[in-house]
């Protein structure tokens, strides 16, 4: 029996034009994806959640909402992607694949990493573009975390999040730099069992494209203004 899976795009209310160029970038995927609506600091702070919340809190509370979604529809696994995501060839194909290939135990699946121009990343993404590769890879992610524009949760993942939710410290908050939900399932991996269920697809499915961060200006938020992939057409489906 084929899984019960859904895609998802996070992207925030005030940057349609973020989410009309996602779909430029993905208009020859045959899945659907939901735009799912990324919350704000200042919409969690309406609701009570707290009376100060970080941008990159709000990015965590985005993610974790997909994992409500996922234990509501009784999914099977959901595909996440960020508005900025830069999908190489033969994405979609090798998305499948990756759910065929994916161990039992897997609950976590990293489909791509932040990348800069001409980095490793960019080199990487244009060295198997054409090219069926689909090997995954047994390294964790405490080893290889590689970013939160593409990736794949199960229903365990999302029960497992609902037990270990986004935490708004509030003014015991520490002045360290955080990025999001990148490093809060980074640090569970290594703390929990979690660790054990967290594979990194191999080779990157997706890079980032060039963007500036949404995150807000606090320089807590982020730790470069700017990020992503300027040649990226050439990757595109």
Known sequence: MK?????FVI?????????????????????????FPALTPQQLVDQGVADDVMPWE???????????????RDLDWALVLEDDVLPIIGFE????WALEDAPPEAWLIQLGRIGSAGSPTRRVLRSVAGHGVRS????????FWWGSQAYLISKQFAAFMQDHPVIFDGDGRTDEVHSGHDDSIRELSLE????????????????????RSDLGKDPRAV?????????????LL
């Open 3 to 7: 899984p019960n899976v859904a895609a």
């Open 58 to 72: 709000a990015c965590n509370a985005s993610h974790s909402a997909i994992c409500e979604v996922v234990l509501d």
């Open 93 to 96: 194909r090798r998305v499948r």
């Open 11 to 35: 992207n925030l209310d005030s940057r349609p034009d973020r989410l009309a160029a996602f779909r430029r970038r993905t208009r020859g995927f045959t899945m659907p994806i939901e735009r």
């Open 136 to 143: 995954m890879n047994v390294q964790r992610c405490e080893q």
């Open 192 to 211: 929990t069992e979690l660790g054990h269920h967290c594979f990194v697809h191999h080779p990157n499915l997706a890079g980032q494209s060039l963007s």
């Open 223 to 235: 730790t470069h203004g700017t990020h992503g992939l300027r040649e990226w057409r050439r990757l």
